[in-house]
């Protein structure tokens, strides 16, 4: 059972772990997905398209007279910083691959370089390999505008920006696994706290409540009239030592089925062969009547394989008037005072048995437990 606990909870914890790395991952990959969509194919080409078609046109201007050396030459090289981070930038690879782009911008790429000598001054410029150079940039920059256009389309628009709702629509989903296997955690936590708190207030062997639950339900029971009641098992300690504790321990699980079968959550142990049974809904003229029956309930033979036995007890009986906090110590004391047996097995508490106790320590007489 333990076992199978665990492992739902590691699954659980495993789901939460991965559901966080995916959600982070997905994050980022929206982020690129939207910078991809506003960054690179409305920014990057279209500036790529811009400052090719300006660079052919002013060259064809500056071969007419039209425009001077120097505005070429700003042109050529603001064209040629943004042909070589397009080519080798990271953020541009998805563009790149697009429609054969990455092919044809370095096509032109290898042109524009071969204009580098001639842009040296203008006098250079004006050789007649100027126009060989025109007629191989102008096909280049039509097949650039031509793919440029292409990407900047509605359709690749909708694509890119299916692909960044889907990759929303995964991300949600990964925030809800993430939101569900964090409460799933927070609920196995909150079982395993209150499982916890619970296995604190219980005895390992007999499954009754133990002496913190017993003073639990006292305080909680507050000052109505019930009386604790505090029984021992004559003769156990001679059952352990004769047939061995796990014959004892064998006893005090009967002993507590019987508790717990008659007096339910009433029944606690506190320790050894020692129990307690509260009894609520009483009165002094009931509780003797109370006292008999618990008495014959622990009244039988228990068998074992070493034989059969007497099983009988001692009461230790305190009635509640006022405080809670002193019954346990009353009925504990009055099951000391049954113990010496010259009051019979029943004793009920009153006050002077503190002194007569007092007394018998002082004589050296009390100071033994008889079981």
């Known amino acids: 059972m333990h076992r199978r606990q665990d492992l739902l909870l590691g699954a659980i914890v495993t789901l939460f772990l991965a559901s966080s790395i995916t959600s982070l991952w997905l994050e980022r990959r929206h982020e690129q997905l939207v910078d991809n969509v ?62 054969g782009m ?128 505090v029984l021992d098992l004559k003769r156990f300690k001679q059952v352990n030592d004769l047939m061995g504790y796990q014959v004892g321990d064998r006893l005090l699980c009967q002993v507590a089925g019987m508790l717990a079968q008659r007096y339910g959550e009433h029944a606690f142990r506190l320790g ?21 029956q618990l008495g014959q309930l622990i009244s039988f033979d228990f068998a074992c394989r070493e034989g059969v036995f007497r099983v009988e007890c001692r009461l230790g009986i305190a009635f509640l008037h006022r405080d809670h906090a002193t019954l346990l110590d009353e009925a504990i004391l009055a099951l000391n005072r049954a113990k010496l047996g010259d009051l019979g097995e029943r004793v009920h508490y009153h006050p002077a048995l503190h002194e007569e106790l007092r007394t018998r320590l002082d004589e050296g007489t009390g100071t033994d437990r008889v079981h």
């Open 272 to 292: 050894g062969d020692e129990f307690a049974v509260l009894l609520v809904q009483t009165s002094p003229p009931l509780l003797e009547a109370q006292c008999e």
């Open 102 to 229: 990455g092919e044809r911008l370095q096509a032109l790429f290898v042109e524009i370089k071969g204009l580098e000598p001639m842009m040296e001054s203008a006098t250079r410029l004006q050789q007649p390999a100027l126009a060989g150079h025109l007629a191989r940039l102008q096909p280049l920059v039509e097949e650039v505008n031509r793919v440029g256009s292409r990407i900047l389309s509605s359709h690749e628009q909708e694509r890119s920006v299916s692909d960044i709702r889907e990759n929303l629509r995964w991300l949600q989903w990964c925030q809800f696994i993430l939101l569900l296997a964090g409460s799933l955690l927070v609920l196995a936590l909150i079982r395993a706290n209150i499982g916890n708190r619970r296995l604190a207030r219980l005895d390992p062997l007999t499954r009754l409540g133990n002496r913190r639950a017993l003073h639990e339900r006292l305080a909680e029971h507050g000052g109505e009239p019930c009386a604790l009641v």
């Open 38 to 99: 506003y960054r690179n194919a409305q920014w990057n080409v279209t500036q790529m398209l811009l400052r090719s078609q300006r660079l052919l046109f002013e060259l064809r201007l500056f071969k007419l007279g039209a425009l001077s050396f120097d505005e070429v030459a700003r042109s050529y090289d603001i064209l040629w910083n943004q042909l070589d981070v397009f080519l080798v930038g990271q953020e541009t690879a998805d563009m790149r691959q697009r429609y």
